[in-house]
């Protein structure tokens, strides 16, 4: 339910999550990209029916929008706001324990590189923006980070990769407290643009089961050369 101001009521997002699934298919959206109902049943672990049902729950509270593409729906989270309150939840949980090689694999994946809805986190996030402050593109004034004017620029030149900063509304950055590092990392349009310079630049690759990141040969070498290794 939307209000006159086009807030989400607090007792409709309450409502909405109050079954553990539904938060479950949130944080598997965190990844950015659009996904299938079929692939969200399988990484949740229910019967496709059910995801369906809890699509349209979550989709009622404002929360994901649901795509067709051919015969296919696709969901996604409704906005960058939305993967910030998820991820805000899950820096007040513990990791859940592991009980196998896969989610073992997983879990060390995701330590290192994921994507936050469509910047980059885990260790080489909060390295990257560990370096960017460091060399003057970014600036802490107590919390509250700034650009350069040339950020993009410098950056783009640092890395040897394209960062192409959209023009819109959404602030140019802000730091965004990692869920595993407890540090920040960089969001807003230059976290965009650096996960977006990185993937085309084959530093990172998208797995096809979670969010997590493979950080390819290529990544690994740019990202040690910035004095960011432990990946």
Do not use: F, N
């Amino acid at each position: 339910m939307i209000d006159a101001v086009g807030s989400i009521a607090v007792e409709e997002i309450g409502r909405a999550l109050a079954e553990p699934v539904r938060l479950r298919i949130l944080v598997e959206l965190l990844g950015g990209p659009p996904l299938p109902a079929g692939a969200l049943a399988v990484r949740v672990g229910v019967a496709p029916s059910t995801v369906s049902a809890h699509l349209a729950r979550l989709e009622d509270a404002g929360l994901i929008a649901l795509e067709r593409q051919g015969r296919a729906r696709l969901a996604r989270l409704a906005g960058p706001e939305v993967a910030d309150a998820v991820e805000s939840l899950l820096r007040l949980t513990g990791e859940a324990p592991v009980s196998s090689w896969s989610a073992h694999d997983r879990r060390t994946a995701m330590r290192a590189a994921r994507s936050c809805y469509d910047h980059l986190a885990g260790r080489a996030g909060v390295g990257l923006a560990d370096a960017i402050l460091e060399r003057g593109w970014v600036v802490d004034g107590d919390g509250v980070w700034s650009a350069a004017a040339d950020a993009p620029e410098g950056i783009s030149a640092l890395l040897g990769i394209p960062v192409e900063v959209a023009t819109s509304r959404r602030p140019i950055l802000r730091p965004c407290a990692d869920w595993t590092e407890r540090r920040p990392h960089i969001a807003g349009r230059l976290g965009e643009a650096l996960l977006s310079g990185m993937l085309a630049a084959d530093w990172l690759r998208r797995r096809r089961d979670d969010r997590a990141l493979t950080i390819t040969t290529r990544g690994r070498e740019g990202l040690a050369a910035l004095a960011i290794d432990g990946l």
